[in-house]
Nanobody
Framework: VQLQASGGGLVQTGDSLRLSCAISGRTVTSAIMGWFRQASGKEREFVAAISWRGDSTYSTDSVKGRFTISRDNAKNTVYLQMNSLKPEDTAVYYC?????????????????????WGQGTLVTVSS
């Protein structure tokens, strides 16, 4: 299984970016998908997760109302739409996948819950 994240770049405060994560080697149907980020010198933190049907999402408080996670199972791709970007959003963003069943997507907030990871894409927000 391979995850390929893309879409990062250098933007200004208030701009938008859409990250994509393409999965190969296994269908994403039934997988919980998540996005995490890691700023320089900090631990990796949870950003958002989405159920396998795409009908349930969960995100961390700092991005609620600004970031939206979505998925297209037909394309084996997950997205993270990021609006109103702030300098504190600067980080390497990672997509992650896990096929273990879970009662609620809100329970998939720890990095250890995901067994497959992409290589990361850098998002830099200038002030």
């Amino acid at each position: 299984v391979q995850l390929q994240a893309s879409g990062g770049g250098l933007v200004q405060t208030g701009d938008s970016l859409r990250l994509s994560c393409a999965i190969s080697g296994r269908t994403v149907t039934s997988a919980i998908m998540g996005w995490f980020r890691q700023a320089s010198g900090k631990e990796r933190e949870f950003v958002a997760a989405i159920s396998w049907r795409g009908d349930s999402t969960y995100s961390t408080d700092s991005v609620k109302g600004r970031f939206t996670i979505s998925r297209d199972n037909a394309k084996n791709t997950v997205y993270l739409q990021m609006n109103s970007l702030k300098p504190e959003d600067t980080a390497v963003y990672y997509c992650a996948a896990d096929w273990a069943p879970v009662a609620s997507v809100a329970l998939k907030k720890r990095a250890a819950e995901y067994h497959y990871w992409g290589q990361g894409t850098l998002v830099t927000v200038s002030s």
